[in-house]
């Protein structure tokens, strides 16, 4: 997926800089955690597993509704 910027994990923390990200919610397509990217608060989404959909084509989606 070159199209997408990749980020170290081992820049992503917890809120408040620990080490555990805070699930918030979390569906069909994968778990939403509250975290934080070199000190900004931000959301992390784990995408689940699936045959049925193109990951890269979610996150493109994703990105233009985000936009």
């Not at 000190?39 to 996150?59: M, Q, R």
Request: proline share 3%; net charge negative; with cysteine.
């Amino acid at each position: 997926m070159g199209r997408f910027d990749v980020i170290s994990f081992s820049d992503l923390s917890g809120p408040d800089g620990s080490s555990q990200w805070v699930k918030i919610g979390g569906g069909s397509f994968g778990v939403v955690f509250q975290g934080e990217y070199l000190g900004t608060s931000v959301a992390i989404k784990e995408v689940l597993p699936n045959n049925t959909y193109d990951v890269e084509k979610y996150f493109e989606r994703e990105c233009v509704l985000m936009k």
